[in-house]
């Protein structure tokens, strides 16, 4: 069954340190891999895809095929990036999609 | 651009009670979907809508769980008679169409089952 892996349930850094917010996925062919974020009292967000290649509030994600991975990494973590972070992959053309367990992120001062 | 809506945004009801969910996705979209989320757990996708016709509800408990989208627009989920375990918060979300759309979520309705 295809399967999405987030190995970590909670991250805390310092602001200002690096993150990476792990993920791996299982399905075979060419998945389309997200992440969604969820701050606090707010609801489920698109934050970044890997087909747009974008860089959104200073988080990247590169889609590593070799290891079925879509690590979340910023440079630099900042206080409002605490949060819940999913991944989640797209595999097929209906638009289901499959999430990950969650990480939640907590930057402290 | 409105957002999706969903009510209520809480429910308690005993096990073996009857509840109704409503979901309005936001205009123009095409493809409803509604996911259950279980504390600790990511969302699961219970059953996805492309207009009034089902795409997707291999994941649904259908003993007990239904759910429609007569028109095309709105959508009720409801559990029947629903169960322990059945608590959760449940998420409907909205997009364009089927395939690579942005899904967007609304706020979740949680339901605790006592």
């Known amino acids: 069954a295809q399967r999405v892996t987030q190995p970590e349930k909670l991250l805390s850094v310092f602001k200002g340190a690096p993150v990476e917010l792990k993920c791996n996925y299982s399905?075979?062919?060419?998945?389309?891999l997200f992440w969604y974020v969820q701050y606090s009292r707010q609801r489920l967000q698109l934050l970044l895809r890997?087909?747009s290649r974008e860089s959104i509030k200073g988080f990247t994600a590169d889609l590593n095929k070799g290891e079925t991975s879509f690590h979340l990494k910023k440079p630099f973590a900042q206080e409002e990036d605490s949060a819940m972070y999913y991944c989640?992959?797209?595999?097929?053309?209906?638009?289901?999609?499959?999430f990950g367990q969650g990480t939640t992120l907590q930057v402290k001062p | 651009e409105a957002g999706v809506a969903q009510s209520p945004r809480y429910k308690i009801i005993e096990k073996r009670q009857s509840v109704a969910f409503w979901c309005n996705p936001i205009?123009?979209?095409?493809?409803l979907y509604w996911y259950q989320q279980i504390l600790g757990q990511g969302p699961k996708l219970l059953i996805q809508?492309?207009?009034?016709?089902?795409?997707?509800d291999s994941q649904l408990p259908k003993d007990r769980f239904s759910a429609e989208r007569l028109k095309g627009v709105d959508s009720t989920l409801k559990i029947q008679p629903a169960k322990l375990e059945d608590s959760a918060v449940y998420l409907c979300?909205?997009?364009?169409?089927?395939?690579?759309?942005?899904?967007?979520f609304g706020p979740g309705t949680r339901l605790t089952v006592t």
């Open positions: 979300a909205s997009s364009l169409g089927a395939g690579r759309y942005e899904q967007y």
């Open positions: 399905y075979s062919g060419s998945p389309e």
């Open positions: 890997h087909i």
């Open positions: 989640a992959q797209n595999s097929g053309n209906t638009g289901k999609l499959i």
């Open positions: 205009s123009g979209h095409a493809t």
């Open positions: 809508f492309q207009n009034n016709g089902v795409v997707d």
